[in-house]
């Protein structure tokens, strides 16, 4: 059998938050043997692959995004012969296995740091990112950091300022240093090695910094402040000109595609969080030389309108060429996708009907996707009391944010007041909401969400169109958000009730029978369809039907036109005998 090596392309992949999934040896935190003891779990889901936070060597100040070994193992966590179990038994699973690479810094525990900041003059002196302070003894210019507070922090030491886009124990590494660039790829080509099928890269736009040190300006009147910061926190207040997302950034994922290559059947995905990032996803995926994919936060920002959603996916499609997205509603940096798109009040009635319509939503888009631990399962964000509170970002803008604990509660296997999780009381506590949603409970109901979104993974696999094929959006009402999705040999209309009102709409020429029913109560009668609230509907198209060169005649926009020319001449290639680049 011939080997996909872009399995990639489409594919779901499922996030694993270690801390948080299932706590093997009892210690109330998360581990690696746990996460091996729920694969048979999460293979049966229908998901491609694994994407695992993570478990490296740390502190913990930043729950693992503050490394102190990119090789080995946290033994909070487990060993690396724990590691190297998952692995193999994921893939006797036929899952693939992502970790994530936290390359633009290191925790200030790391052995580099300690170095560098030893002296001016050590062999490590330009590892990181040291400046001079201003005359004055301030900083060296008005960077932010994201967790709030200034990006420099002063060493006395050195008699300089580090910088750090994150905490101050988080400091950034100099990646204008190609000794720097050589040590990380080392340690990515280390785990390459050991049989991992790619990386997640955290902050992939933050690897370089402009080394004029030039002051962000400040963030302009009716300018778009980055997607899914706070409005209370002051980083959103500048536009993020010259401390991320500098040119020589493409420089560098080029040599790191160069070592993937040597690694068929790998890939990346990266994580982009910027002022303008649909435009940057875009940029740093084009083509054959730089990532495979990589996400945005603009659905983490987006409200439960046909409207604005219409208008991230118009937005993504006017620059997009040959980019290749990977899209999410949830993970661990931003509120539950049920509790964004749900009033409060109204929880309990319609969480479960947005939970399964925001799945089969994101799973019907152009690109590949990322399920968030428990997003199968519908849970809500979790209400942490303050007195249990631990992330430092919450920590630093209570009231107004509470921070990332929410999302990160234990996942709920079982009913009991730890949720199956854990013999001893788990490092955040196990929301009672989300007992009532345990996997237990759910798999024993054949309409639950669970069971709702594994049938659709399933079928989802088995239509060439919704892996794979072009999206080509569809003009409804404001109150309905739906799109085409077409492949050479499959077209498949995907329409979306986004209200709590029913809704009836006709189809266009060719549509045929309702192709995907469980969990959803769609009703076609002679060309009119009428969705409940909260519902999907997946019907067959005549392939036939479909003239790719129309389509193109009615883009009033140009921008789009030369997306779809490109995406529906390669599918008209293919018919023709050609085939679809990978």
Known sequence: MIENTAWWRGSVIYQIYPRSFMDARGDGVGDLPGITSKLDYVAELGVDAIWISPFFPSPMKDFGYDVTDYRGVDPMFGSFHDFQMLLERAHELGLKVIIDLVLSHTSDQHHWFVQSRSSRDNQKADWYVWADPKPDGTPPNNWLSFFTGSAWTFDSRRRQYYLHNFLSCQPDLNFHNPVVRRAQLDNARFWLDMGVDGFRLDTSNFYFHSQGLENNPALGSGELKTPSVPASNPYAMQRHQFDISQPENLGFLRELRELMEEYPGTTTVGEISDDRPLERM?????????????????????????????????????????????????????????????????????????????????????????????????????????????DPYGLALWPEYKGRDGCRTPMPWSEGDRGGFSSVEPWLPVDVHHRRLCVDRQLADADSTLNVTRAFLHWRKAQSAMVDGTLILSDFDDELLGWLRVSRDQAILAVFNLTAETRTTGLPEGAGEIVYRQGFSPELVEGQLTLPPFQAAFIEIARDSIDPRALIEQEPDLERKGFLSRLLGSLMGQEEGGTRPS
């Not at 409200?303 to 040959?322: G, M, N, P, T």
């Not at 969480?351 to 019907?364: D, N, Q």
């Not at 888009?365 to 997003?375: A, D, F, H, K, N």
Request: some cysteine.
């Open 282 to 390: 875009v940029e740093y995926t084009t083509g054959h030389d730089r990532l495979h994919m990589a996400y945005t936060f603009d659905l983490f920002d987006a409200r439960f309108e046909a409207k604005q959603l219409r208008d991230v996916i118009e937005h993504f499609q006017y620059y997009a060429v040959d980019a290749w997205p990977c899209w999410a509603l949830s993970n661990h940096d931003v509120m539950r996708v049920v509790s964004r798109w749900t009033d409060h009040e109204h929880l309990e009635q319609h969480g479960p009907l947005v939970a399964r319509l925001a799945t089969v939503m994101l799973c019907s888009l152009y690109g590949s996707v990322c399920l968030y631990q428990g997003e199968e399962l519908g849970l809500p964000e979790a209400d942490v009391p303050y007195e249990r509170l631990v």
